[in-house]
C-alpha cells in the first residue's frame, strides 16, 4: 500500500486495494456484527439446540468450526472484491460485497469527518483505518482498512483542504476566528477519571442487556452450582441453617453487582483510555481508546450544539459529561444515548473543566453566570395532579383493598410530589448575546441535570405547542428542531414564547455562515 492518493483520468476510475492485513479487519468485523445481529436470529435455534440436542459438545463443536471457517471465507471474498478510488471530481468511489455487490459515491462535501483508528492487531505493521463520516448518515460511512497513517494524514488534508475552498467561496469566514483559536488548548483526562466515568454511565446495563438471551441458562446454572454451596457454607461454617438461603441469594446479587460496576469500569476504560483531547486552528482533535486508539478530528463549525448532563452517579462524584453534537449524531434524552461515531464526548469533567471547553466553543459560556427562566407554575400543578396526586389516589385504593396501611399512599404522595418539584425547577432558558451572535441555554432535569447549548442561526425550525387550557392561561412550550437534536422548553408565556421562535426564526435566515 503506498501513500500517494491516486485519482482517475477522465471517466476511467484507478481502482486500488488495501493492504492484505485488512483481511483481519474484516474477520473481526464480521465477527462483531454476527455478535450483535447473528446471535439474536439464531436464538430459536439455540433453544433447540439447548433443550433438544443431545451430545451438545460434539455438535457444539462442529457447529463453532462450521461457523469460523464460514466467517474467514467471506471475509477472504470480501477483501477480494474490496477496492476504492479517489476521483478527479472530488469523490471516493469504493466497489465492495460478496453476494450483493455494491458501489458507493461519496462526495468530499459530504465528508464531516475524516477519523483514523489503530486497531490492536493493526499496531505491529503500522497500518490504520481511515474512516470517512457522511454528514447526517451513518449508513454511508467508508471505512478503508489497513492503510498507511501517512496516507490517511494525506486524505484528510486533501478532504478538509477541499471543504475549507468550498467554505471560502460561499461565505466570508474571517470574522469566525480570532488570534487565541491558534493557541492549542489540550486537556488530559486520567485514567482514574476514566474509571469514575464506569460507575456514571449504564455501559453495565447495556452488557447485560445483550447477554439478556442467555440470562435463565445463567440462573440456572448459578442455582446448581453457586447458590447450593454459598448456602451449605452458611449452614456449616457459620451455623445459619434457617437464613442461609437468604443469605446466599444476597451474597449473589452482591455479587452481581460488583461485577457490573467492573464491567461498566473496564468499558470505559476500553473506550476512553489514555484520553486525549486537543483544540487548534478551530478543530478538535481527539485520541482515545485501549484496544482501538481512535482519533476523531472536528471543525469547529460542525458543531451544531454541546450537551452537558450530570446523573444521579455523576452528581455524587461532581463529575460531569460533555457531548459536542453534529448533524444527526445525538438528540435529547432518549435520542441522545444513541451516539454514533460524529460525536465527540468528553466522558468525565469538573465544572472548571466544563467551563474551559465550552469556552473554546462559546468564549462567553460560564456556568455560574447563567441566569435562567424558568417554566411557569402551571406546569408544577399540572404535573402535581397527573404524576403525583393520581398515582396517589390509586395507591391508596389498593392499600384499603389488600388491607394495608394507608402510610404508604401518604409516602407516596411525598416522594412523588418531591419528584415532580425537582422536574419542574429544573426547566429553564437562557438567551445571550456576544459579539452580534445569539445563544440558547435549555436546562432541564430532575436529580441531575441536563444543559444543551447552541447558537440560534443552527436552528432548523421553531413552533409554539399550546394546549386549550395552556391558551386561557397565556401560555406556550416552545419546540426548537436542530440538525442534532431537538431543545424543548414548556410553559412559558406566549409573549414570551412568540418572540424566541420569531428572534430564532429572524436568526436562521438573515445569518448567510453556513452550519454544515
Not at 478538509?160 to 474571517?174: G, L, M, V
Not at 460525536?343 to 469538573?350: A, F, Y
Not at 444543559?451 to 416552545?478: C, D, G, N, P
Request: charged share 15%.
Amino acid at each position: 500500500m503506498t501513500s500517494d492518493i491516486h485519482t482517475h483520468q477522465n471517466s476511467q476510475p484507478v481502482w486500488q486495494k488495501v493492504s492484505p492485513w485488512a483481511l483481519v479487519y474484516f474477520v473481526v468485523h464480521f465477527s462483531v456484527r454476527f455478535v450483535k445481529d447473528g446471535l439474536l436470529n439464531l436464538l430459536p435455534m439455540l433453544v433447540v439446540f439447548v433443550t433438544q440436542v443431545e451430545n451438545k459438545l460434539f455438535w457444539g463443536q462442529i457447529a463453532a468450526l462450521v461457523a469460523v471457517c464460514g466467517l474467514v471465507l467471506y471475509s477472504l471474498l470480501y477483501y477480494l472484491n474490496f477496492k476504492y478510488s479517489i476521483s478527479d471530481d472530488n469523490e471516493i468511489l469504493l466497489n465492495k460485497g460478496v453476494l450483493q455487490k455494491e458501489r458507493l459515491t461519496l462526495k468530499f462535501s459530504r465528508v464531516q469527518n475524516v477519523n483514523i483508528a489503530t486497531p490492536f492487531y493493526f499496531t505491529p505493521v503500522n497500518l490504520v483505518n481511515c474512516i470517512f463520516d457522511a454528514a447526517g448518515s451513518t449508513a454511508q460511512e467508508v471505512v478503508l482498512p489497513g492503510v498507511t497513517n501517512e496516507y490517511a494524514q494525506a486524505m484528510r488534508k486533501q478532504i478538509f483542504t477541499y471543504k475549507e475552498k468550498q467554505q471560502i467561496a460561499t461565505s466570508d469566514i474571517s470574522d469566525d476566528t480570532n488570534d487565541d483559536d491558534y493557541d492549542e488548548k489540550s486537556l488530559l483526562i486520567s485514567n482514574k477519571e476514566i474509571a469514575k466515568f464506569g460507575l456514571m454511565s449504564n455501559m453495565a446495563i447495556l452488557a447485560f442487556a445483550a447477554a439478556a438471551p442467555f440470562i435463565n441458562a445463567t440462573i440456572n446454572f448459578l442455582e446448581k452450582q453457586l447458590i447450593a454451596n454459598l448456602e451449605g457454607f452458611y449452614k456449616q461454617e457459620l451455623g445459619l441453617i434457617t437464613t442461609a438461603a437468604a443469605f446466599a441469594v444476597a451474597t449473589l446479587v452482591v455479587m452481581l453487582f460488583l461485577m457490573a460496576i467492573l464491567l461498566s469500569v473496564a468499558m470505559a476504560l476500553a473506550r476512553f483510555y489514555n484520553f486525549e483531547v486537543y483544540f487548534k486552528d478551530a478543530k478538535f482533535k481527539r485520541i482515545s481508546g485501549l484496544l482501538e486508539r481512535h482519533q476523531l478530528t472536528m471543525s469547529l463549525d460542525k458543531v451544531q450544539s454541546i450537551v452537558i448532563k450530570q446523573n444521579i452517579m455523576s452528581r455524587l462524584l461532581k463529575r460531569y459529561t460533555l457531548q459536542c453534537l453534529q448533524a444527526s449524531s445525538g438528540g435529547w434524552g432518549a435520542n441522545a444515548a444513541k451516539k454514533n461515531k460524529q460525536t465527540l464526548v468528553l466522558p468525565v469533567l469538573t465544572k472548571p473543566q466544563v467551563n474551559s471547553v465550552c469556552q473554546w466553543v462559546y468564549p462567553w459560556f460560564d456556568s455560574e453566570k447563567l441566569i435562567f427562566k424558568g417554566a411557569h407554575r402551571a406546569l408544577l400543578y399540572k404535573n402535581l395532579a397527573f404524576f403525583a396526586a393520581l398515582p396517589s389516589v390509586v395507591i391508596f385504593g389498593l392499600c384499603i383493598a389488600l388491607e394495608l396501611t394507608t402510610l404508604i399512599s401518604v409516602g407516596g404522595v411525598i416522594v412523588l410530589s418531591g419528584l415532580v418539584t425537582l422536574s419542574y425547577q429544573g426547566y429553564g432558558y437562557y438567551l445571550h448575546q456576544d459579539q452580534g451572535r445569539h445563544y440558547l441555554v435549555i436546562r432541564k432535569g430532575m436529580i441531575g441535570v441536563q444543559y444543551r447549548v447552541f447558537e440560534l442561526y443552527k436552528a432548523q425550525s421553531a413552533h409554539s405547542i399550546s394546549t386549550y387550557f395552556m391558551r386561557k392561561s397565556s401560555l406556550s412550550s416552545v419546540h426548537i428542531q436542530l440538525a442534532s437534536g431537538f431543545a424543548f422548553m414548556p410553559y412559558i408565556k406566549t409573549p414570551d414564547a412568540n418572540y424566541l421562535i420569531d428572534f430564532t426564526l429572524y436568526q436562521v435566515e438573515s445569518d448567510t455562515r453556513s452550519w454544515m
